[in-house]
């Protein structure tokens, strides 16, 4: 079933939205609680049913997951109480310091690995870490304290 045939349509019920749109059940439900989605009507028997506006509102939450936004975030842009291009600006600023920091993680497993005739211990690694973080002038940088080392 394409977009535009999915769009056509006038009312499905949950499980139709769900496949129409690639999404759970559960995921429509939750999006329902959180005040993302709304049922355009209920049946007799209190059966949710949604309309062609519901399909695009889970197109646009679907977007919006894409790019990394928090599903407070998107309600936030949807309902009008954030400017999208501020929240464009601040998750890719987000994505950047993530891209910084698995880059450095990159590098820190590249020089632990590259010598393949020393093996490291696990007893080994964390000096090894504070050893490859030293900057210029010895400076050793905080690292996160594994629960054991306060024991010793």
């Given at each position: 079933m394409t977009r535009p045939t999915v769009?056509?349509?006038r009312w499905r019920r949950i499980g139709e939205l769900a496949?129409?749109?690639?999404v759970t059940v559960r995921a429509l439900r939750h999006y329902e609680h959180t005040g993302l989605l709304?049922?355009?009507?209920?049946?007799?028997?209190?059966?949710?049913i949604y309309d062609c506006e519901s399909v695009r509102r889970v197109y646009h939450i679907l977007a919006l997951?894409?790019?990394?936004?928090?599903?407070?975030?998107?309600r936030r842009a949807m309902e009008g109480r954030s400017s999208l291009p501020n929240l464009l600006s601040e998750q890719l600023e987000r994505a950047e310091l993530q891209v910084a920091?698995?880059?450095?993680?990159?590098?820190?497993?590249r020089n632990i690995t590259k010598n393949t005739e020393s093996n490291v211990s696990v007893d080994e690694l964390p000096a090894r870490l504070d050893a490859m973080s030293q900057d210029g002038c010895g400076h050793t940088r905080r690292r996160a304290r594994a629960p054991d080392d306060a024991d010793r």
């Open positions: 769009l056509r349509r496949e129409a749109t690639g709304a049922a355009s009507q209920r049946t007799g028997g209190g059966h949710r997951r894409e790019l990394g936004f928090s599903l407070q975030e998107i920091r698995a880059t450095k993680l990159r590098d820190r497993l």
